[in-house]
């Protein structure tokens, strides 16, 4: 892996790489589910995507950094948008999504709900 950590398709690919939570692997070392990218032809490295908890909390670490202390620090208006936004990307598909939310957002289940709810009543209108 060190000798392609210089190929360009490696240097391109890392970053959403680790946005995603994934990892890179050598071709060699895919297995089912992985994603194997060529470059001209030839297999150069494998992703391994996370599972989908995972990517829960990979993103909220995120959103943490993002906004430079931990979620339950946020105000509730911010905590309203980070739902938001979580739910854009699914967040809430995930199997205990919301218990994870609200678990982060220092806010109960019920909290997190009605700030779904208020978003697509406002929606509606």
Do not use: C
């Not at 790489?17 to 890179?24: H, I, N, P, R, S």
């Not at 950094?65 to 699914?90: F, N, Y």
């Amino acid at each position: 892996m060190t000798e392609l950590a210089d190929h360009p398709l490696v240097a391109a690919v890392k970053p959403l790489v680790d946005a995603m939570g994934a990892e890179l692997l050598g071709p060699e070392q895919a297995e089912g589910d992985d994603v194997v990218l060529a470059w001209e032809g030839e297999d150069v490295i494998a992703v391994r995507l996370p599972q989908l908890s995972e990517s829960l909390d990979h993103i909220l670490a995120a959103m943490e950094r993002r906004h430079g202390m931990p979620l339950a620090e946020l105000d509730r208006r911010t905590k309203q948008s980070v739902v938001r936004a979580l739910e854009a990307r699914g967040a809430f598909s995930v199997r205990h999504g919301v218990e994870t939310v609200a678990s982060a957002l220092g806010v109960s289940r019920f909290t997190v709900y009605n700030y779904l709810n208020r978003e697509n009543s406002a929606k509606a209108e």
